[in-house]
T-cell receptor, first 112, second 110 residues
Framework: KAGVTQTPRYLIKTRGQQVTLSCSPI?????VSWYQQTPGQGLQFLFE???????NKGNFPGRFSGRQFSNSRSEMNVSTLELGDSALYLC???????????FGPGTRLTVL | KQEVTQIPAALSVPEGENLVLNCSFT??????LQWFRQDPGKGLTSLLL?????REQTSGRLNASLDKSSGRSTLYIAASQPGDSATYLC?????????FGAGTRLTVKP
C-alpha cells in the first residue's frame, strides 16, 4: 500500500497570504488528522476529519480550517498568514479511532 | 488534560550500547500508546503501537512496555547503531485525540 502523501513538500509565502495544503491518506483509511510542529511548541493537534466530518479540533484560531473529500483526501487552509505560522505541517491517517496513526512526510511552510 | 513527558530530552551513547527511553503520562485512561521515530525535517515513522490491554510490544531490536497504572512507558533499544540516531516521540492515544511528548533526541556515536 502507498503511504500517506502530502503536497506540496515546501512552501514559501508572505504575511497576509493564504495557503492550502493537501493530504492523501493510506487507501482504506477514513480518518485524517493534522498537526503543526514547531521547535518551540512541539507537535500540536489541529483537527481530525472522519468521513468528511470534522470530529475533533485543537486550540487554534479560526484562520486554520480544513475539509475532507469523499475519497478521504483532506486539505487544510490557513488564511491571513502570520510569521508564527512557519512550521512543519503533518497529516496522519488511520482506519478509525482509536487506531495506529501513519504520518506523511510533512509540508514545510515558511512565512516571510 | 493529558500531559506527556519524555526524559531525557537528549541522549548520546556509543554504538552497541543498550538504552532505554522514558515516557510518562498523567491520565491512565488511554486507548493506546505509540512510539515514533523522526529524522530531521521529516515526518514520523511508527515504530510500535501498544494497546491499553497490552503490556509490551517487540519489533526487532525494539521493545516497548506500558504500565498504565503508573502512567509510564519505556522504549528499549538493543545494540544501538548510528542509524538509530533520530528523535523518538511517544504519543498517548485517548478516544478523541493523541497527545505527544516533546521527544528524546538520540545520538549513537560510531
Amino acid at each position: 500500500k502507498a503511504g500517506v502523501t502530502q503536497t506540496p513538500r515546501y512552501l514559501i509565502k508572505t504575511r497576509g497570504q493564504q495557503v492550502t495544503l493537501s493530504c492523501s491518506p493510506i487507501s482504506g483509511h477514513r480518518s485524517v488528522s493534522w498537526y503543526q510542529q514547531t521547535p518551540g511548541q512541539g507537535l500540536q493537534f489541529l483537527f481530525e476529519y472522519f468521513s468528511e466530518t470534522q470530529r475533533n479540533k485543537g486550540n487554534f484560531p479560526g484562520r486554520f480550517s480544513g475539509r475532507q473529500f469523499s475519497n478521504s483526501r483532506s486539505e487544510m487552509n490557513v488564511s491571513t498568514l502570520e510569521l508564527g505560522d512557519s512550521a512543519l505541517y503533518l497529516c496522519a491517517s488511520s482506519e478509525g479511532r482509536p487506531a495506529e496513526q501513519f504520518f506523511g512526510p510533512g509540508t514545510r511552510l515558511t512565512v516571510l | 488534560k493529558q500531559e506527556v513527558t519524555q526524559i531525557p530530552a537528549a541522549l548520546s551513547v556509543p554504538e552497541g550500547e543498550n538504552l532505554v527511553l522514558n515516557c510518562s503520562f498523567t491520565d491512565s485512561a488511554i486507548y493506546n500508546l505509540q512510539w515514533f521515530r523522526q529524522d530531521p525535517g521529516k515526518g514520523l515513522t511508527s515504530l510500535l503501537l501498544i494497546q491499553s490491554s497490552q503490556r509490551e510490544q517487540t519489533s526487532g531490536r525494539l521493545n516497548a512496555s506500558l504500565d498504565k497504572s503508573s502512567g509510564r512507558s519505556t522504549l528499549y533499544i538493543a545494540a544501538s547503531q548510528p542509524g538509530d540516531s533520530a528523535t523518538y516521540l511517544c504519543a498517548v492515544g485517548g478516544y478523541n485525540d493523541m497527545r505527544f511528548g516533546a521527544g528524546t533526541r538520540l545520538t549513537v556515536k560510531p
